[in-house]
C-alpha cells in the first residue's frame, strides 16, 4: 500500500452502484485524476454519462469526469482493482457481492459506502461482505460514513467525514485515496460504531420529519436527536462499538444532518407520513432509496432480540409497519415511565 500511496496515477478504481451517493463519490475520485471504472445497473444511466457527462436520473444538474468510465458489466469493474468502492442500497448488498465474489484479488481494498442493516441476519454491512467475499480479508476492508449529502458533495462544499478500518494502514490508505480540499477525511478503528451509527440514524431521521411533518416544533426535533442519539449509543455499546463513535462524524455529525437537512431522503419520508401520506404512496413517488424504511424491521427485531431499549425507533417502525397513528406513537414516548437521563438501559 505504501507503493500505491506514492503512484496514485498507478492506482486502479472501479465504483459499485449508480445512484446520487456512488455518482457523487465515483466522479469525486475521478476528477482527482483516478482512472474510476463505474458500474450502473441501468442502460439509460451508462447512456448519459456517456453522451452527456451526467446522470440525469439520480444527480442531475453535474457534470462528470472524462476520467470515469460507466459500465453495466459488473465484473469488469470490479476485477484487477487497487480498491473497489460498494454504495449500493443495503437489501441489494447480499447479492450484488456474491455476483463479484470470486473476481476480487487479495490485495484489493473494499470500501463501504453503504448504510443499513440486513433484514432477517441483523448484519450490518460488514458482516454481509464477510459472508459473501470471504477472500477479502477483514484488514482489507473499510467504512467511509459521515454527514454527506451527495448533491453537496458533487456541489464540492467542503464536507467532513470519516474511514473506519480495524488495520490502521488500510484507513490511512483510503483517507488519503479520498481526500481533497473540500473533502475532509478523519480515520477511525470502529468499524461497528461507524456502521450502527450510519445506519440507525435513518431511522430517527424518519421520526424526525414525522415531527416536523405533525409541525410539533424546534424543542420537539431538538429532544428527539437527542434521546435518538442515547438509542444509537445504546444499541452500540451492546455490540461492542466505541461509545466515542457517537460523539464523531458518524455518530451526532451523521444524525444531526440527516434529522434537519431537507435533502435527506429518511427526513423526506418521515415529513410526508406526519403530513398524512402513506408510507405505499410515498414510496411510488422515489426513485431512490429511504435505507431508514427497511432498516427500521432490522433495528426493531434486532433490539428486540438483544433486550436493547429502543422507544423511539420502536414507535417509528410501528408508524411504519402497524399503522400507528404519529400523533399517537408521540403520546406514548412522552408519556412513559419517568426515569433518570443517563440510564443506559
Known sequence: MTKQMTNDKDIKIGVVGGGSWGT?????????????????????????IEEYRENKFFLPGFFLSDNLFPSNDLIEVVSNKNLVLIVVP??????????????????????CASKGIENGTHLTMSGVIAE???????????????PSFAREVAAEFP??????SKNHKTAQFVQH?????????YTNDDVTGAEL???????????????????LGSNTRAALITRGLAEIRRLGLRLGANPRTFTGLAGIGDLVLTCTGELSRNYTVGKKIGQ????????????????????AKSVYNLSRKLGVEMPISHETYHILYDDVSPREAVYKLMTRDLRHEMDEE
Open 197 to 215: 451509527g450510519g445506519s440507525v440514524k435513518n431511522v430517527i431521521a424518519i421520526a424526525s420529519g414525522i415531527i416536523d411533518g405533525l409541525g
Open 132 to 146: 459473501t467475499l470471504p477472500e477479502v480479508p477483514e484488514s482489507h476492508f473499510a467504512v467511509l460514513s459521515g
Open 276 to 295: 398524512g401520506q402513506t408510507l405505499k404512496e410515498i414510496l411510488s413517488e422515489m426513485r431512490m432509496v429511504a435505507e431508514g424504511v427497511k432498516t
Open 177 to 185: 485515496i479520498f481526500a481533497t480540499p473540500f473533502f475532509r477525511v
Open 24 to 48: 457523487a463519490l465515483a466522479n469525486l475520485l475521478a476528477s482527482k485524476g483516478f482512472k474510476t471504472d463505474f458500474w450502473v445497473y441501468e442502460k439509460e444511466v451508462k447512456a448519459q
Open 90 to 111: 443495503s437489501h441489494v448488498m447480499r447479492e450484488t457481492a456474491l455476483k463479484i465474489a470470486g473476481h476480487i484479488s487479495e490485495q484489493t481494498i473494499i470500501v
Open 159 to 164: 464536507t467532513v467525514v470519516t474511514v473506519a
